[in-house]
């Protein structure tokens, strides 16, 4: 079985930063394309950055120029950078990825880390 393990969560003022990190617990399992949601109390998840096989990424109207995905192929391992953040951006955060497991492909999610912003 394979879990991505997130961190970087935690408690923040507006305007500061946080890196989000989540990574694949088995090598076996190849990450290919990642994305991240977020979940506030009482809201809908939703899709905040995403990242394709071939590196391309999209980014919800909200954060756009804020946060920044990126994957290191050498550990396995999606981010997400986030700047200048604001109280609204206070949700759980969730990972997913999807990729190869041997030859299965395979879809998997984090178990979720909290971003809170508040002063």
């Known amino acids: 079985q394979v879990q991505l393990v997130e961190s970087g969560g935690g408690l923040v003022q507006p305007g500061g930063s946080l890196r989000l990190s989540c990574a694949a617990s088995r090598s076996s399992f190849s990450i290919n394309a990642g994305a991240w949601y977020r979940q506030a109390p009482g809201k809908q998840r939703e899709l905040v950055a995403a990242i394709t096989s071939g590196g391309s990424t999209n980014y919800v109207d909200s954060v756009k120029g804020r946060f920044t995905i990126s994957r290191d192929n050498t550990k396995n391992t999606v981010y997400l950078q986030m700047n200048s953040l604001k109280p609204e951006d206070t949700a759980v955060y969730y990972c997913?990825?999807?990729?190869?497991?041997?030859?299965?492909?395979?879809?998997?999610w984090g178990q979720g880390t909290q971003v809170t912003v508040s002063s």
């Open positions: 997913n990825a999807e990729g190869y497991l041997v030859s299965l492909r395979k879809n998997y």
